[in-house]
């Protein structure tokens, strides 16, 4: 049982190291001579990295993705980028480095967010990496030596982090080698750089090189070399050393006094070291003499002459931190942490004079061990101290804060204390066993992922009906929740988990598609071989459920192994510790207040009195109240079962999301009831409850479930700095802590809420508890925290620049993406929306490690800060609908208010998806108000759905509102619903109004008539146009459009007042104009058709004289018998004739080419020669009759032998 696991007061927020774009990883393969028989010389080499993951299985994973070593490296005499982390990856063979800064200038149109990865041809020796900053040149310096013993030193200048092309340049230019003597002579054990110009290496023999340069470009170093019993070192190099022990590492064999930390003075006139024997030892640089040397603990040699033999493990990463603290009682220069593992104890050493043996050291505070208890903190017998960090206070030791790395097995767990070193003893021996602080993991260990409600692999089986989702979905939403597992991680568990299916034949899963698709494929392909011929449903889904559970498994060990941790660092720009995981970088920031007492909640429960941290985060008692009530609801809730959890989530939301004429107190019984609340409370439940507050529940007050639900907000302090945008890492840990705090949250108002509806109903509660007050509240912030938490899951396909720098990035994948139908970048609505308002709120100085969680509370609190809920809801809305998300705002437009606007803004989205009725519902619903209110377009439409021009038609009157919405259905081209909002724009206009509009409106009114074959309406509305050539082309469209479609019976119906000369006009010229009479439409018998209804006889016997005219003269001369056209052409033109009086019945044509003898007519003379004709009634009858006698003897085979112009003889 542990007695003291410390206050946890810190969490960490793991963000995931992933490209930023495709493209934006480079490699480079630096030179180096081989270790080869032949002494081969690798060439250099520069790619851009696809990072695709298709085809990578779990060893492949293991090389690109997990480091074996890994930091932090801080600049700080250039601003942007200033972080830096580097891993070791693929055995020590390469080196990848990136900038991990939070913020840069708000002016930087650029953002550094490429990765470097550097492969080198030998391993890197451990502990053999040292980074360094040139004062006069915006660079990163890197050095390292090889198994090779080959040293680099690597100039990486600012712009290869920004720009792909600044690598371009040779790569020997920034890339040096260089094999110094020293080097080559002996096993390089640790390497440090003091700056660009100086490195300090120990060496397996005990030496330390100190190497020198003039210029920071030149490749010759000069060489020092520090060592006790300098004289005998070319003895040993011939001679065993008998009776000196030898520590293993790496392949090499390590001297008692070789030197495992190092370190530079702050005068830089000494080399400290920490040895492996257990010794503190100062170099003289100038000298090269050997001053002070301390065991670590102070311990006096024997009687003997020698202390008792103890051997620090070499790879310790950890043992020795110069802190510039001057001054004191005994007069330091400055101090010197140790940290021995021997005991597990730090000490603080002042330095007065590191040449003098015998006064040149003091313990700083003898009178105290200074002992981490991590054997009770962690709970383990055996542990391991890996980093620590001793930050010293704003008064010199006082505030000092201590942060430790202790590692027990396979678990790493980070801790922190402050103190002052000058404290009362007995004070300060109690603060270092009692007063210790632990870090959280967070929510993405495998643990926390166990325990999250919504990891469907957790959940019984039973509970997942009560789901609206299918099985499927609930997985693809856990697995591809943004931040929480990598492509990398998802496609290497795909492969895997596709090579059990493919060695059966009978087999095969798809290899293209989304990795969702893939998944869920490969999963239902599993499930079917499982199942075999069986066709059972049941059967079915145990089986899918089961292939899901084995495809986590292998998610869940990749997962696992990503989370090993590497070392802590701290940022002392930012007083920020970090953690460098395998796969990870964690952010340790501290936590908010409902964050402390949920973490702590079994120390709060244990005592009313807190002690140490714990009492300073929650001093009074009425916080002390306050953190009972929270984790007694928290307890409350859990112990019902899941269904019950369900079904309580869904009756708040129904009652958040739907507009319902009830009192508070109707709303409270109506969702107790269809929980079932009462059936299933325990005498035990409350019985424990009354335990877990400390109190009876008649004794909670309003104000105390108040003041609960402050703790979910924060404090705004100190003013906002715009000239910050974030940067990539600072985006990620804001939406990474940004999820985590609203699903905290969510949780927190769900206890809340359920300890409200049982209080209701009890009796004897106190006067100053008023359960209405609380629910309003309670609900209020439940949604904002249902929208927020919706921005925060929900990714969508058209990511928007989050800053200048991300401007021109954005722009040019968008311009490269286009036509893909997956963008490249995934990004929450969350940061796509508010990315850009990150640095618009007040910020104050001296976070430290509150940065991050101010910062993310502040970012959320400031959507709904400068605006209500139905303004957020519905700014988000039109972006969505800008951005095209059509599907995303479907999903969205639940929490849509009942306004105006919304409802407009639900049109817009149904008639995007195509719903036209609905849309039209939606339109018609906010018509009023939008058209004739005081209705602003200018303030609600933040996302410029709707353009300039049409802006206009809003509060200007029924007919300019229905013809925007008529637009709208014009380019959707759902052309009915542009008919029936044209009639009602027509329709609500009275008196004499906008004669353009109305003439728009008609003609926009034909138009779609015509597209959707409403002719009557099409007739209706040409016969209203004023314009008479605007009326003229519509008549010829209305013509053409429904002859064409075949409705001439229509068309001769309409009544055409004052349009019948028109109306002829128009089909003759179409008579005219027609090339082919026999597939063509039939102009000439609909104008035919169209005399006779208005009693023109000869006028319809003149255009059907006309067709026959030309039937006479088409290509083919000798009719088939069977074709009939002439001979009922001839009777329908004598039937018109004869239905006039004798005198009348003639009719004026064209003469016929062929009638005269001669063709030879001049050029511009034939329309002269051709002169007009008088045709009589009896004419052509005669005609009528010869044609009769034609085919008769055609049909009798009396065929003409001459032209039919000709005279013909009948045989």
Known sequence: MVKNGGSCLYKEARLNIEPAYPGSTISITLPAISTSTFGLQTRPKRAVVANTYTDQDDDAFAKRHLASDGSMFFRKHHEYPRSFLWRILDGRKTLEIQAADLDHDAGHKFEANLTLILHFTSPIRPFCVAFAEPEDRDALT????????????????????????????????WCKRTAPNLIQQNVPYRLVATSVSELLISLENGGIVRLTRSSKDDVVWNEALYQQNNWSLSLRGVLPWKGEQKIRFD???????????????????????????????????????????????????????????????????????????????????????????KQHQFKFWGIRDADDDQHGIYDAQPHVDLIPPVDELMDVTVWTMAEFYVIPGPALWRGTELWIRARSGPSSKVYSLKFDLNEDTSRLKQIWRTEWTTVDSGPLTVDALRKNPSNPGERGQGSLDLYDSSLTEQWLEFLFYPGRFTVATLETALLIFRRGLERSRSARTPQRGSLKDRICATIVAFATKRQGSESDADKFEDAVSAQWQAFYGLVKDLHKRRGESLSLVYDHELDMPWLVLSDYLSAIRKCSDSETIALNSAAIARSHLLHGPLHRTIPTSEARDVSRLLNAAASFRRRFPISFQEELKRQLE?????????TVVDRMELMEANCDLTQLLTEEDLSTLVEELGTDVKHLSTDMFLRALQTLGYEEQGRANKRKQTARYGLNALVSISQETLDANYNTLLDLLLLILFMQFEEDLSEDFDASEVFVELVDQFKDCLVLAWFARTVWSHPSPTGLGSDALMKSLNEAFKSSSRFPITQTVLEGIYGRLAFKFPMPRGLKSGLLTYWSRAWIAFVFKEQNFDSVVEDTMGILLAQKEYEMAMEFSKFLPEGNWATYLKGRMHIALGENMLASVCFQKAAYNLALGLFNVEDSDSAALVSEAERNYFSEGLPKYYHHIMGLFEKAKAYSFAVDFARLGLGSMVGKEDEELKTELLQRLFTASIQTSRFDEAYSAMTRHSDKA????????????MVTQSRTETLLRFPFIGLTEDVDEILSNLCHNTLNLTSGPPYHQILYSFRISRNNFRGAASILHERLQRLKTTSSKVH????????????????????????????????????????????????????????????????????????????????????????????
């Open 654 to 662: 129904m009652d958040i999301l739907q507009s319902r004429s009830l």
């Open 142 to 173: 890197v050095f390292a030596i090889t198994t090779a013993n080959e040293l680099y030193a690597i100039n990486l200048y600012r712009d290869f982090f920004v720009k792909p092309s600044a690598s371009e340049q040779e790569i020997e230019d």
């Open 251 to 341: 392949n090499a064999e390590l001297h008692a006094s070789s030197a495992a930390a190092i370190a530079l003075s702050p005068d830089s006139k000494h080399i400290l070291t920490v040895c492996l024997d257990h010794k503190l030892r100062a170099w003289n640089v100038a000298s090269g003499r050997t001053g002070i040397q301390k065991d670590l603990l102070g311990e006096i040699e024997n009687g003997h002459g020698k202390a008792a033999t103890y051997f620090i493990g070499p790879s310790q990463p950890t043992l020795m931190q110069v802190v510039n603290i001057p001054g004191g009682v005994e007069g330091a220069a400055y101090h010197v942490v140790t940290y021995s593992p």
């Open 1030 to 1041: 605007l009326k003229h082309s519509s008549l010829q469209s209305l013509i053409t459009t």
């Open 1120 to 1211: 088939d018998p069977a074709d009939e056209s002439l001979t009922q052409c001839y009777l329908m033109i004598i039937n018109a004739l004869s239905s006039v009086s004798n005198e009348d019945a003639y009719i004026l044509a064209e003469q016929r080419r062929d009638d005269g003898a001669s063709t030879n007519w001049a050029i511009g003379k034939a329309k002269k020669m051709l002169k007009r004709q008088i045709v009589t009634l009896d004419t052509l009858r005669k005609e009528y009759q010869a044609e009769l006698d034609r085919v008769a003897a055609i049909e009798t085979g009396q065929f003409p032998f001459v032209d039919p112009g000709d005279e013909m003889d009948i045989l």
